[in-house]
């Protein structure tokens, strides 16, 4: 861990960091949220008998068009020029969970870790409005960068968010 942080500038400021002189290479993040839901909802998902349709499809598409927004949402986060997307969405019934994992690519100066954690988390916000008439009680229990690849910190790999 990096004893300063790269947000503040001497004075205790926000500010966005300058990566004006860093170099270009190609970065990957993958993020991971898990949403714990009702045995109710399970069986709904199961039939394919949801009324707003399909939550799955609805979340996923969400997350990509959020790993696209990124730099909108999040006040120092720079606009990159994300390459790929990818979120996938898995219901573990015996275990009354929907596990999302994000995967974002680009080629750029500074990483797209936030990229995949918005877009995981918005997958997951997503698949809660589309559900919440069946189930009010879903929870999004974690959030957390699995890993990345790229840049100058290199690999990262958090084994907290193992399945």
């Not at 004075?11 to 860093?22: F, L, P, R």
Request: with cysteine; aromatic share 6%; hydrophobic share 40%.
């Amino acid at each position: 861990m990096e004893d300063k942080l790269s947000h503040f500038d001497e004075s205790g400021n926000a500010k966005m960091v300058d990566v004006s002189q860093k170099t270009v290479t190609p970065r990957t993040a993958i993020a991971r949220s898990v949403l714990k839901i009702s045995p109710q909802l399970v069986e709904i998902l199961k039939k394919g008998s949801l009324e707003k349709g399909d939550a799955f499809t609805v979340a996923k598409t969400a997350g990509t068009l959020a790993a696209k927004l990124t730099g909108n949402l999040i006040p120092m986060c720079h606009p990159l020029p994300v390459e790929y997307v990818d979120i996938k969405l898995e219901l573990i019934e015996e275990i009354l969970e929907v596990r999302i994992q994000s995967q974002v690519s680009t080629t750029a100066k500074t990483g797209v870790e936030m990229e995949a954690l918005v877009a995981a988390s918005i997958a997951g916000l997503t698949f809660y409005d589309m559900c919440k008439a069946v189930d009010k009680t879903i929870q999004i229990v974690r959030t957390g960068l699995y890993k990345k690849e790229g840049g100058k910190s290199g690999e990262f790999f958090n084994p907290e968010m193992e399945w």
